[in-house]
T-cell receptor, first 115, second 111 residues
């Protein structure tokens, strides 16, 4: 168990809808990362938050947004969903915000199916 | 554009042999390179980290090398076991303030 909790495990919705994915980092970790993993794209970095502030942005679509709350949990909001958004969404956490030198602890993921 | 390539989508080996996985990159100067293991339907799990000024790192049956001239990392699992069957991902982090993952190599160790 990595200590990172993601909910829900599965989400099935329709095109055009909006969903929210939730992530609770490991105790003591201040930085949260969101990734998208689809069959044809591999694991793609979306966005990073550190102590409530956006720290780095990757390949995140404008239809997607995220935030990190004072209790350090994070939410990823996906709107105007398209079929191509169907994927596994992972959250990871680290103690400090530095990429690469930290071990990232990943949650079990949320599987999103857009029908 | 920046590219990370892992040698093959799938690698099948016999139990007891050494598995060697390759991660090549172009147009990138990573300061850190990490290897993760991912089982089906689960999140990646960290295995090893190597810095750009390190040539080799070992942990139990695992060994990783990092050649910044060749722009390549090799990941070895010695005395492989069926329990080592999984997808292995390499990840690069550098000055771009992001982390990029390869597509992964699916390793199957047959008894």
């Amino acid at each position: 168990d990595s200590g990172v909790t993601q909910t829900p495990k599965h989400l099935i919705t329709a095109t055009g809808q909006r969903v929210t994915l939730r992530c609770s980092p490991r105790s003591g970790d201040l930085s949260v990362y969101w990734y998208q993993q689809s069959l044809d794209q591999g694991l793609q970095f979306l966005i990073q938050y550190y102590n409530g502030e956006e720290r780095a942005k990757g390949n995140i679509l404008e239809r997607f947004s995220a935030q990190q709350f004072p209790d350090l949990h994070s939410e990823l909001n996906l709107s105007s969903l398209e079929l191509g958004d169907s994927a596994l969404y992972f959250c990871a956490s680290t103690r400090t915000p530095d990429f690469g030198k930290n071990i990232q602890y990943f949650g079990a993921g949320t599987r999103l199916s857009v029908l | 554009s920046q590219k990370i390539e892992q040698n093959s989508e799938a690698l099948n080996i016999q139990e007891g042999k050494t598995a060697t996985l390759t991660c090549n990159y172009t147009n990138y100067s990573p300061a850190y390179l990490q290897w993760y293991r991912q089982d089906p339907g689960r999140g990646p799990v960290f295995l090893l980290l190597i810095r750009e000024n390190e040539k080799e790192k070992r942990k139990e049956r695992l060994k990783v090398t990092f050649d910044t001239t060749l722009k390549q990392s090799l990941f070895h699992i010695t005395a492989s076991q069926p329990a080592d069957s999984a997808t292995y991902l390499c990840a690069l982090a550098g000055g771009n303030n992001d982390m990029r993952f390869g597509a992964g190599t699916r390793l199957t160790v047959k008894p």
